[in-house]
């Protein structure tokens, strides 16, 4: 059998009914997955530098990958529901991008270091408890079922995600 057959062979067949994942949890769960990685950050010991400047990578990595998501799908869908919103979304997004930059100019045996990582920290669980208890609730609320169907898509694209439930 040719390698070709046997991926062809080992294809799954498609449901014929398919309900993509909820826009906003897939946005929920990479909070939650950058909020883990800070707590590891902070279990971690003062003079751990190499495991930091290594969590600290993954930090930066998924949260780069989260805002550029937020910024290309979800804001300018909804900058007409709540502008005031979106525009402090992306302030706040601007604030995180500056501590990053000063973060990756800084050695993380450099007693700075860790400091500027708190601080992002903050910044993050600022604004994750500002989408989370405020901006999504409404704007779960407030698009309709299509939008929302077609923000998820979007989303889900973007992250390559095969992760879709039977109705
Ligand atoms: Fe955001
Ligand atoms: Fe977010």
């Known amino acids: 059998m040719t390698t070709m057959s046997k991926m062809m062979k080992r294809e799954p067949k498609k449901p014929t009914v398919m309900k993509l ?12 997955e950058i909020n883990k990685l800070f707590a590891s950050f902070e279990a971690m010991g003062q003079k751990a530098f190499l495991r930091k400047s290594k969590i600290v990578s993954e930090i ?8 550029r998501l937020e910024e290309e799908f979800l804001y ?15 302030e706040e997004h601007d604030l995180v991008k500056q501590m990053i930059e000063k ?4 050695d993380a045996n450099d007693p700075i270091y860790q400091a ?26 407030k698009l309709r079922k299509t939008e929302k ?19």
């Open 21 to 32: 994942v909820d826009a906003f949890s897939i946005l929920e769960d990479q909070h939650h």
């Open 60 to 67: 930066v990595d998924k949260l780069n990958r989260h805002l």
């Open 76 to 90: 300018p869908r909804v900058k007409d529901l709540d502008e005031e919103m979106v525009l402090e979304s992306y």
């Open 103 to 106: 973060i990756e100019h800084t």
């Open 116 to 141: 500027r990582v708190i601080v992002l920290k903050e910044l993050v669980e600022h604004h994750v408890g500002e989408e989370e208890n405020d901006f999504f609730p409404k704007l779960r609320k």
């Open 149 to 167: 169907e077609e923000l998820a898509a979007d989303l889900g694209n973007s992250l390559h995600l095969t992760r879709v439930l039977k109705m």
